[in-house]
């Protein structure tokens, strides 16, 4: 019988207790071993040149080196797949979103309260990201170099539209973002619409850090929020996320407490792409991101049923071509695009610069 390999650990933490309440954690799954524990940013980093480990639990506020700086030097150095694992509040919600662009594979919120009482809240969620991040490519990990939007551009009003673009994304998502919402420009003739797998605590903080650098207003969907022209709206999580629409009010976003809401529970794409679909029709744009899973195969099954048009990241790009993969072998994938080239074929589509054929209507 063959032995499967275990996925050997680094955990990196300033917390001699936390140290070992991780250790235990990720030790508790039979596909992982911890081979080392480091207190700080510099001996992680020699623990990384030494061990090369298979994946790297980091912190953000280390001594000596900080978590940031010390994924940077990976990354350059020598790739490994990083988890971050940091407690949150709003400084360290943007800390956080700046390690996925930096080359962050995943990411895991400290418990609240009693570490020791309450650590089982995360141990499914570490290990998860354990496990995924293990299948990461690095090389697909290059930092995202991210520049302010220019302060003459005034972010546009927020005007109707009868045009949406709705984009999907889960591992590797928030960094995927970061090439593609800042580079879509400020008179962009329809609304956006971003379902994101990510913790709920941490989405205020990628809508904070992508309005930073875009000209179009980005924000969290809010419930009987108006779908419009010139903002950028990202799905809470714990919530369905629908589409309605109304004779008198238009299009609006429609937000319902989902009954088994648990801390990791991600907003699904599916959902709001399949209201959206027969609401625009031929102008819906539907874009699936890397990501594990099959999540927004329907949603762009239904937006090209009614004759929009859809668009996957390619796998050259994709850090984990998963949900890519799923939408394409599904058949329901009219381009396939390479991240740097996914903003430009964007706004191509919805200024009426990319013929859709009819062969797409299939209602």
């Known amino acids: 019988m ?13 917390s001699a207790f936390m140290r070992k309440m991780l250790t235990k954690a990720i030790e508790s799954d039979p596909q992982c071993k911890v081979i080392k524990t480091a207190k700080d940013g510099v001996e992680a980093l020699r623990a990384v040149e030494k061990l090369r480990p298979d994946v790297v639990t980091l912190d953000i506020e280390l001594p000596e080196i900080d978590g940031l700086t010390c994924l940077g030097y990976i990354m350059e150095k020598f790739p490994t797949p990083v988890v971050m694992v940091t407690g949150f509040s709003e400084f360290l919600g943007e800390e956080t979103i700046k390690a996925l662009e930096y080359g962050a594979a995943g990411f895991v919120r400290k418990p609240k309260g009693s570490i020791s009482g309450n650590m089982g809240e995360i141990e499914q969620e570490l ?5 995924l991040a293990s299948q ?5 990990l290059t930092p995202v170099t991210v520049k302010k939007a220019k302060e003459k551009v005034q972010k546009p009003v927020a005007t109707s539209t009868n045009r949406i673009v709705a984009i999907a994304g889960s591992s590797g998502g928030p960094r995927a973002l970061s090439r593609i919402i800042p580079r879509l420009p400020a008179d962009l003739p329809a609304a956006v619409l971003v379902v994101q797998h990510i913790p709920a605590e941490f989405i205020p903080s990628l809508a904070k850090r992508l309005d930073w650098e875009s000209e179009l207003n980005v924000k969290v969907a809010e419930d009987s929020e108006p779908v419009q022209q010139g903002r950028v709206l990202i799905a809470p999580s714990g919530f369905h996320c629908r589409i309605a629409s109304s004779r008198d009010n238009g299009e609006a976003i429609e937000l319902v407490p989902h009954a088994k809401e648990k801390n990791f529970h991600y907003a699904v794409a599916d959902e709001p792409m399949i209201s959206l679909a027969p609401i625009y029709g031929r102008s819906a744009v539907g874009v699936v991101l890397t990501g594990m899973g099959n999540d927004g195969t329907e949603g762009l099954r239904a937006i090209r049923k009614y004759g929009g048009y859809t668009i996957a990241e390619h796998e050259s790009s994709a ?19 390479p991240l740097e080239r996914i903003a430009d074929e ?13 062969e797409n209507i299939r209602v």
Do not use: C
């Open 346 to 358: 964007i706004a191509k589509t919805v200024s009426g610069k990319v013929e859709i054929s009819n």
């Open 319 to 337: 850090v984990v071509y998963g949900m890519p993969k799923a939408a394409v072998q599904a058949g329901v994938v009219d381009k396939i695009v």
């Open 127 to 131: 290990i998860s990201q354990i496990k």
């Open 2 to 14: 063959t032995k499967t390999k275990k996925i050997r650990v680094l955990v990196v933490d300033d």
């Open 136 to 140: 990461v490519d690095v090389n697909k």
